[in-house]
């Protein structure tokens, strides 16, 4: 028969317990930091994974990623339009038009499928993570809660210096200069006071004036000469 090994070390009764006891006194004897949430915000990282942005402006309705979501939480609803040619003599092309996306949050694993997959640079994280609801229904977002958290979303590092600036941006900056000079545009429209316009004025009808018959004179009458009677000597 083989003898089992004995343990190197030799351990007395209640050494666990001191063990523990020593850690909590060594954290008794330490400062207490206590983070005033919410009039504190904390210091999250660059890289967290807080809630989904969606930049409209790129999503080309591909539906990838509502397919490739492994919970199927994404919903995308669009039509398709028909848009003239762009020169004369061109051919009319078709584009979908996104009438709706939503995400329904009480279902999302926070994976980040959608946003790998995504060919156009439409969805990005964003580290908002105040979305909390007393319903479960209503952490379906609709594409204005996703959009407006994407103003949320940090800016990427730049990878070479004085670089161009991202495409994305550009564009998200055309599109909020286009919408605000519109609605300058129908500001001012409004405030414009519209021009009376005359009521137009019907002319009265004439009435002709009777005329009157200019007086005929009777022509003179000529007497007529005597016929000679036949029988009388001329």
Known sequence: MTASPQPSGRS?????????LAVTLRTMTKKTVTAQ????????????????????????????CARECPDWCIYIDSHKETVPPAAPGGRERSRNVLDRFAIDFSLCMYCGICIEVCPFDALFWSPEFEYAETDIRDLTHERDKLRDWMWTVPAPPALVPAAEEPKEYAAARKSADRTAAQQAAEAATAARPEPTRPEPTRPEPTRPE?????????????????????GDAR
Do not use: H, W
Request: aromatic fraction near 6%.
């Open 12 to 20: 007395f009764p209640g050494s666990g317990l001191a063990k523990g």
């Open 37 to 64: 949430y919410p009039e504190t915000q904390p210091d999250l990282p660059p890289r967290t994974r807080g809630v989904i942005g969606l930049f409209e402006e790129n999503c080309t309705v591909c539906m990838l």
């Open 210 to 230: 009777p005329t009157r018959p200019e007086p005929t004179r009777p022509e003179p009458t000529q007497p007529k000469p005597d016929r000679p009677e036949d």
